[in-house]
Nanobody, 124 residues
Framework: QVQLVESRGGLVQAGGSLRLSCAAS????????MGWFRQAPGKEREFVAT????????DYADSVKGRFTISRDNAKNTAYLQMNSLKPEDTAVYYC?????????????????WGQGTQVTVSS
């Protein structure tokens, strides 16, 4: 079992920045690929970013490429999502997830464990 706890999100103005963290406990964090997903009201959960188990590779949704950065610190059992140049359309509940497939994973079905989600609201 892996337990994931996201940091508190928040309210930020358009153009602002926010960093989310995801603290993991339980089984070996470094064995899992990590991902961030988001879900806006009335929409399906969508992929945002993923990082492989050692942090050497990343992938992003086109909508956040160049603005968001995913990273991880295996010594601290924590993954991060740095969000810059935020837009109102980034407003959603953000979830971190862990996949036992160690490589990059963009499909929700590849993830075994999920955090509880944290609200990010971007005002215009």
């Amino acid at each position: 079992q892996v337990q994931l706890v996201e940091s508190r999100g928040g309210l930020v103005q358009a153009g602002g920045s926010l960093r989310l963290s995801c603290a993991a406990s339980g089984r070996t964090f470094s064995a899992y690929a990590m991902g961030w997903f988001r879900q806006a009201p009335g929409k399906e959960r969508e992929f945002v970013a993923t990082i492989n188990y050692i942090g050497s590779s990343t992938d992003y949704a086109d909508s956040v490429k160049g603005r968001f950065t995913i990273s991880r610190d295996n010594a601290k059992n924590t993954a991060y999502l740095q969000m810059n140049s935020l837009k109102p359309e980034d407003t959603a509940v953000y979830y971190c997830a862990a996949s036992s497939f160690a490589g990059l994973q963009i499909d929700t079905r590849a993830y075994d464990y999920w955090g509880q989600g944290t609200q990010v609201t971007v005002s215009s």
